[in-house]
């Protein structure tokens, strides 16, 4: 991969550098594109890209009002003209320096929406033509280009730029909003930050420890009553009473191969066998919530 000039400290002096590297011909770019992608010659690229990164530092120039560094955009851009590089028929009638201004802006506009804010911005093709475009169009229209628009002057840019009214009003707000850390004060003087002021839905910590432990004890309790059952009574209370879906007595009847009312029997004298246990244990049954 190309990695013949670095951008980590961008002057004006590398910038004139790369402006003075000499365009090629038509005929050289095609020989260059092709010796890379016939043969995978690395210097013919490396010349190839140098010769264009022209294109990388122009382009930035259009993208800095967005605040991102222009040693980034530069170096996004560079990756649009390797991609620009891979694509490039030689064989088709046009320059490699048109096809690859495609590229770069391609990649700078994709570097922009991934970093311009946190929240995930232009995923959808009309909001990425609003994010790149809004401002344009309201010079275009001649609107106000300082502060909110209204709802005339939001239905004329989403008619003269075809989306919808609502992508619009989407897109504005966020261009007209910035990013706030969640542990910034609310004011000057303020001890207290943002987050201190979110609404959380979620149990209290000490609440949960609570009733994790409130289940826990309980699970103890009812197994341990189990333990005092037979085989065929602790088999009945579970399918007929610790079950998501409780089985019938008919159902539960016709698998232990006994009567209805006989299973109902059973039941009851287990479950008097369990709420004395469990009364041993942590007292009435029903008010500890371990039985219905």
Known sequence: MFQSIQFQGLDKNLIRTVMEIPLLTSEEEIHLAKEWKENNNRQALDKLIRAYLRISVSMASRFRHYGLPKTDLIQEGTIGLLEAANRFDP???????????????????????????????GTTAAQK????????????????????????????????MKVRLK???TMEARLFSTDHSLSK??????????????????????????????????????????????????????QRQLCEKNLTLLDIGKQLGISKERV?????????????????ECGEPKKAGLLN
């Open 185 to 238: 004060p609310v004011g000057e003087e303020s001890t207290i930050c943002w987050q201190d002021l979110l609404v959380s839905n979620d149990e209290i910590p000490e609440m949960a420890v609570m009733k994790k432990n409130d289940s826990n004890v309980k699970s103890r309790v009812i197994e341990k009553a189990l333990s005092n059952l037979s085989e065929r009574e602790s088999y009945i209370i579970r």
């Open 91 to 121: 064989d088709r009638e046009i320059r490699f320096s048109t096809y690859a201004s495609w590229w770069v802006r391609a990649a700078m506009q994709d570097y922009v929406l991934r970093n311009w804010s946190i929240v995930r911005t």
């Open 167 to 169: 992508d619009v009003e």
């Open 264 to 280: 109902r029997q059973v039941e009851s004298i287990a479950m008097g066998k369990m709420k004395r246990s469990i009364l041993s």
């Open 129 to 160: 033509a609003l994010f790149f475009g809004l401002k344009r169009t309201r010079l275009k229209l001649k609107l106000n280009n300082d502060g909110p628009l209204n709802l005339t002057e939001r239905q004329q840019v989403a008619d003269d």
